[in-house]
């Protein structure tokens, strides 16, 4: 006899087998043997360096491992590729606050090469708490092939692919309109701009005098202090109202400047007053105007949104919004405000610092989309690649997206992160190469300064596809690439859709010729308990690594799994206690048949039925064939939740609660496992049982793993083929296909009757309080063909149901009155209930228990026929109402039914 602790310890599972899983290679794909061996292959989304895992990474994260694990166990040539990203923004922020708050100097104090030292040591010591916490999640990535967006390859890929664009004539400089973050002090991307809402916004009429006129024109704007930056006011060529003004002189208040009145077709003549404001500097669309009409471009702040020289004496070094404040009450002295209006407003902010974002004329490097859009959808044209899942509406959104790009503004104001290889001679002409020597040699000269930028994070992250096996330009085939890419899927979330996957799409078929992945799978974002999301303002984040200590990696893992829909989904803690209960119930069940394993051991003979089976075995081994099916159709289609659901009920219920409760008199009987028989039963348990962790081994990595070490037989015959030299463990052992030759329905339909029969049995003991140690007479009505299967399995219903002895009749109508009933699907059934209770008292406490019911009934009835509560009380709320008002609905026909029996 095995013996096993009584209570299973998590932390001490997950510490050891870790590890040794990989000591001994098992995340490498070079374990796989099998040189014919189909390959399967993953690539993480690279966690930030400054990041700490939150419940978005440990979702992913899961699947992936998940999807892995799975593929791994099936024989595939298996690579997950681990790697983190330099987080250009975030980074930097980390170090100049500690210099600050260490050293009280700013960067500019040490100068770029010391910032960078700093940032590096930073990264250092810091970057690397992420990848601990993913080994904690069990997380089975090839640690030998991981990589940063810095490394010294990926850093050659980005200035090749940087330099080859340029020489095409994709990237160019230029002046646009671009989102500016005071705070960080550079430039952003319309994807890291949050748009908001400012419901305190307002509309500000402002007079401008026509010169040499009494006439006035008003234009409308919520901005009133970028008006110091105007150089014209356009109205619509059609708007009857301004006809006359056109081509007349505005003289500017708090200015002097003499600024043109000009008709565009862009202008809507019904937004505010038919007549705007034009800051070709600091509007997207007046510059467009300002294009159109030659107009001067007048840049009236600083980087820090303070006001410059431009905008006036009286203004500089003002704060933008208190330029605003004192423009609008310069415009009240002069009587030239005509009046403010409330009007909800957009407001652009920063992603990462919140800080809301100034629309700037800014000299920038910028990368052309068109060609390389057009890579990305006749690819979908063509080969509906990527497959999106779920498809609707993600496919749809990226093509819109694509179909509506606009070019990449790739150059930021940073220290931290690739540096733009470009360089300036003396005139300021550029040369753009892959080093300075190279740069040297175009210039015809080395007194060159680098351009101070750097490339947007994102530049690197879309090369990851390939980078990350080797490509760098100057190598551009590795066994890697060949291996490897394009990858089986993508599992990420739908904000980075157009920031990341649409970017490698483009880039890999551009620079490699293939496409990155083949699917790319969307997670749903966990919410908070409250049913936002989870964000520290609100204080309802849940961390996942406070998870794993309350219930377990395995448990956090699988709960994660089974709300993976691809929908948004509220964290339960009551959900996530169901599967560390889930995980308690393996432990004791695998506990139990170990203690009972005598003589036994794991074989696959033992899942082979012989002639004269009993009803049990033929149905244990029927429901593990078909659920292995369906797990695998199930994780085919990327349908966690569905997998989950079908492993969970077919451990809990029909393994635990029916199976062994059927076969647990023969394995426990004289337990020298000195019969023939009891070897056999109890092998047969112990394999079904392994094999069911087998199944549960890629959501449920570390219970499995050691329980299927203490189980006698387990080794590394049990491997899949492909692992036959390798050290055993569950990791590498066969996934169960499931056999559909072994799917016997007749048994199923059989054991399902006597199933129901059981339940309905131990359903009216506790309605009608029936003491344990009372045996209860059973009466059953049913075809005859049932009765041959009840009458052949009648000590397992005995004993089960707690039966003193069952009674096969034609009809019910004979049987005593005070009978409680229950119909299932073959049979119709009654207890009498003589000498078993006490009627009155039993009367008594279900026409109380009834009372209770019908006023909690009358309550949740008025409740949802009140139209306010259902419209509008939260959405989960109303549900949870409807489902007890159903539930009660069931209760009270019960208690009338049990009430009717006993009068």
Not at 295 to 321: C, H, I, S, Y
Not at 699 to 708: G, V
Not at 709 to 734: C, F, W
């Amino acid at each position: 006899m095995m013996e096993i602790p009584k209570a299973y310890n998590p932390q001490e599972a997950e510490s050891k087998h870790y590890d040794r899983w990989e000591r001994i290679g098992c995340f490498k794909p070079e374990i796989n043997e099998n040189p014919a061996a189909p390959k399967y292959s993953v690539v993480i989304p690279p966690p930030n360096v400054t990041g700490s895992l939150h419940m978005g990474h440990a979702l992913q994260h899961t699947l992936m491992d998940v999807l892995c694990r799975r593929k791994r166990m099936q024989g595939y040539r298996t690579l997950w590729l681990p790697g983190t990203d330099h987080a250009g923004i975030s980074v930097q922020r980390k170090v100049v606050e500690q210099l600050r708050v260490e050293e009280g100097k700013t960067p500019q104090e040490i100068g770029r090469e010391e910032f960078l030292k700093r940032a590096w040591a930073w990264k250092e010591k810091y970057g690397n708490e992420i990848l601990l916490q993913m080994r904690r999640e069990g997380a089975s990535v090839d640690w030998t092939r991981f990589r940063f967006t810095m490394d010294e390859s990926l850093s050659r890929a980005v200035r090749e692919v940087f330099v080859r664009l340029y020489e095409e004539g994709w990237v160019y400089r230029g002046k646009r309109i671009v989102n500016w973050c005071p705070k960080d002090k550079t430039v952003l991307s319309d994807l890291e701009v949050r748009e908001e809402t400012d419901k305190n916004g307002k509309l500000y009429y402002l007079q401008y005098p026509i010169k040499d006129s009494n006439e006035k024109i008003t234009v409308a704007t919520t901005r009133p202090e970028t008006m110091l930056g105007d150089t014209a006011v356009a109205v619509n060529p059609n708007d009857e109202r301004y006809k006359h003004l056109v081509g007349k002189v505005v003289v500017l208040p708090l200015t002097g400047r003499e600024i043109p009145v000009v008709a565009d077709e862009y202008v809507d003549p019904e937004f505010g007053t038919g007549a705007v404001k034009v800051t070709p500097a600091h509007d997207p669309n007046d510059y467009e105007i300002g294009l159109r009409h030659n107009l001067p471009q007048l840049l009236v702040m600083n980087e820090d949104a303070t006001m410059n020289k431009t905008a006036g004496t009286e203004f500089v070094g003002l704060d933008r919004f208190e330029a605003r404040k004192k423009v609008v009450a310069k415009f009240e002295e002069l009587g030239l405000l005509e009046k403010v209006e409330p009007h909800e407003t957009p407001l652009p902010v920063c992603e990462r610092c919140k800080t809301v974002i100034e629309p700037f004329l800014s000299e920038q490097w910028f990368v052309k989309m068109d060609e390389m859009r057009d890579l990305a959808l006749n690819l979908m044209k063509n080969e509906n690649s990527p497959r999106f899942i779920p498809e609707n509406p993600h496919r749809k959104v990226y093509i819109n997206w694509l179909e509506n790009i606009k070019d990449w503004t790739v150059s930021r104001q940073l220290w931290w992160g690739h540096q733009i290889p470009a360089w300036y001679d003396k005139k300021g002409n550029v040369y753009v190469a892959r080093t300075f020597e190279e740069a040297a040699e175009k210039a015809g000269t080395k007194e060159l300064t680098q351009e101070e930028d750097v490339l947007d994070t994102w530049f690197s992250s879309a090369l990851w596809a390939f980078s990350v096996f080797g490509w760098n330009g100057e190598v551009t085939e590795t066994e890697d690439l060949r291996t490897f890419l394009p990858t089986d899927v993508l599992v990420t979330g739908r904000d980075i859709i157009f920031l990341w996957v649409s970017r490698m799409v483009m880039t890999t078929l551009k620079f490699v010729g293939k496409k990155p992945f083949e699917d790319v799978l969307v997670t749903g974002t966990v919410l908070g308990r409250d049913g936002k999301p989870m964000s520290k303002s609100r204080g309802n984040g849940v961390d996942p690594l406070e998870m794993f200590d309350k219930y377990g990696v395995d448990a956090t893992r699988i709960y994660l799994a089974a709300i993976a829909t691809g929908a948004d989904i509220r964290w339960s803690d009551k959900l996530i206690e169901t599967y560390r209960n889930f995980a308690n119930k393996i432990w004791n069940a695998s506990r139990f048949c170990l203690m009972n394993s005598n003589g036994a051991e794991v074989n696959s003979e033992s899942l082979r039925l012989e002639d004269g089976a009993s009803i049990a075995d033929r149905w244990i081994i029927s429901r593990l064939n078909k659920i292995a099916i369906k797990v695998n159709e199930s994780l085919d289609k990327y349908e966690f939740h569905e997998a989950v659901s079908l492993l969970y009920h077919f451990f809990w219920h029909d393994f635990c609660d029916w199976y062994i409760e059927f076969v647990k008199d023969e394995i426990s009987g004289g337990n020298d496992g000195s019969t023939d028989k009891q070897r056999v039963v109890r092998s047969r348990l112990l394999s079904v049982l392994e094999q069911s962790l087998r199944l549960l081994h890629p959501f449920m990595p570390f219970i499995t793993e050691e329980i299927w070490q203490m189980l006698p037989g387990t080794s590394n015959k049990l491997h899949n083929p492909a692992y036959k030299s390798a050290e055993a463990t569950i990791m590498l052992a066969d996934y169960p296909k499931g056999n559909e030759e072994l799917i016997d329905e007749s048994a199923e339909r059989q054991m399902q009757m006597i199933i129901e029969l059981i339940s309905k049995v131990r359903n009216i003991r506790a309605e009608m309080q029936i003491k344990p140690s009372d045996r209860v007479v059973v009466h059953i009505a049913t075809a005859s063909e049932n009765r041959k299967v009840f009458e052949e399995n009648q000590a397992q219903i005995l004993k089960l149901a707690r039966a003193e002895k069952l009674i096969f009749l034609e009809t019910l109508a004979n049987t005593p009155k005070a009978s409680a009933r229950a119909v299932t699907a073959d049979a119709e059934i009654a207890v009498p209930l003589e000498g078993l209770i006490d009627f009155q008292k039993e009367i008594m406490r279900l026409e109380n228990q009834l009372k209770k019911y019908q006023n909690e009934y009358e309550r949740l009835r008025a409740q949802l026929e009140n139209a306010n509560f259902v419209e509008k009380a939260p959405v989960e709320k109303v549900e949870q109402a409807r489902s007890q008002f159903a539930e009660l609905e069931a209760k009270i026909k019960a208690l009338r039914q049990n009430l009717e029996a006993l009068k």
